[in-house]
């Protein structure tokens, strides 16, 4: 996949730019506050809907105005042009439609432009908290499985129908007892699912991330991760989808009379973990800043390698401000990533100079925002 351009209108401090890009290394260069992550962010809402940061839509809207838009190019594997426009308007809800002018929803286009973000706002994948480690790999499961995504999306909207009955029961000291077992059922198969496709996608997955943090901490630290499903006490039981649902409806009842106390649920792929552990520790809670950077440098790699085995389309890299951030040694491993496998890439950066400490590289189109 490849960005051809992008208009934007009203988005954060740009009233209406448009910029065209190279197929290899574009360089996004000025002063802080002129609006070059805003440029990357626009990416992302057209690759996974959203701003890779955490802020709602209608902060992205320019002040004094009353909505953003974005228009974007892109060349995909067949060298086919396709056409997107995103509008979101404040107090509405966001507009997307395709070059045939088609309307679609925010899932339709998660995956059609695979994205690989690294940016030191991301930190937390490695050093907060499980929910942060959750959205992670399941960004990179959405992007790779339109199944998943669904999924998912069912997941969520039984997560909720099912909360609200627990809710009523605080409130109204009223329970619906046929319809909470309808929406416990629901939940347990989407459930399944989910995890059954987790526990598969870690075993293709956590290869890549050891492999390249060996790389980077040249084999001066001993790493192991474990994906880690709530209330699965052993995954060498769980060989089948089946030992999964099996699993999940012990779970539920063994949960059921607490959830009717706590009126909330309790289990599920909601609450599941990646534990990293980094010479014997929980890496979140024993990582040094500099052990930190590395983990997430890797499995951002990783993240990279997996979508390349398993996407149509080749994922385009957005780096956000990180040289700022790393070191020399890590620095020159991420640009080692763009020079052997002739991706498109998108770099912010102060000074574009600074670039020029490291391997030549070529082909670099550099932007210059004011």
Sequence with gaps: MRIQNISLYNLRCHRQRFFEFSDSINVIFGNNGVGKTTILEAISIASISKSFLPISDSLLVKYGE??????????????????????????????????????LQPKDIIGAIPTIILSPDLKNITSG?????????????????????????????????????????????????????????????YSAEIIWKRINFFTEFLPYFFDEYRKIANNNDS???????????????????HD??????????????????????????????????????????????????????ALKLAEYY??????????????????????????????????????????????HQFLNSYKPMQNINLIQIT
């Excluded at 109204?172 to 416990?184: H, I, L």
């Excluded at 792929?269 to 929980?282: M, R, S, T």
């Excluded at 640009?335 to 770099?347: C, E, G, P, S, Y």
Aim: proline share 2%; net charge positive; with cysteine.
């Design 66 to 103: 009353n909505k953003y838009k974005i228009d974007l190019t892109t060349l995909n594997h067949l060298n086919l042009q396709e056409t997107l426009s995103i509008e979101y308007s404040l107090g509405g809800r966001k507009s997307i439609t395709n070059g045939y002018g088609e309307k």
């Design 129 to 189: 908290a499980p929910s942060a480690r959750r959205s992670f790999f399941d960004s990179i499961l959405c992007q790779t499985s339109k199944v998943y995504l669904d999924n998912l999306v069912q997941y969520k909207k039984c997560l909720k129908n099912r909360n609200n009955l627990l809710l009523a029961l605080k409130k109204n000291a009223f329970f619906d007892e046929s319809e909470f077992e309808e929406w416990t059922n629901l939940l347990i198969h």
């Design 223 to 241: 790493l192991f991760a474990e994906y880690k499903p709530f209330a699965f006490e052993n995954l060498n039981t769980i060989r089948s989808k």
């Design 244 to 297: 999964t649902l099996t699993r999940l409806s012990e779970i539920a009842e063994k949960y059921k009379n607490i959830e009717k106390f706590r009126y909330q649920t309790l289990f599920g792929p909601h609450k599941d973990e990646l534990a990293i552990y980094i010479n014997g520790g929980l890496a979140k809670d024993f990582a040094s800043q500099g052990q930190h950077k590395s983990l997430l440098i």
């Design 306 to 351: 997996y979508i390349m085995n398993n996407h149509t389309e080749k994922p385009i890299i957005l780096l956000d401000d990180i040289f700022s951030e790393l070191d020399q040694q890590r620095s020159e491993k991420v640009l080692h990533l763009m020079d052997f496998n002739r991706t498109q890439v998108f770099i912010t950066i102060t000074n």
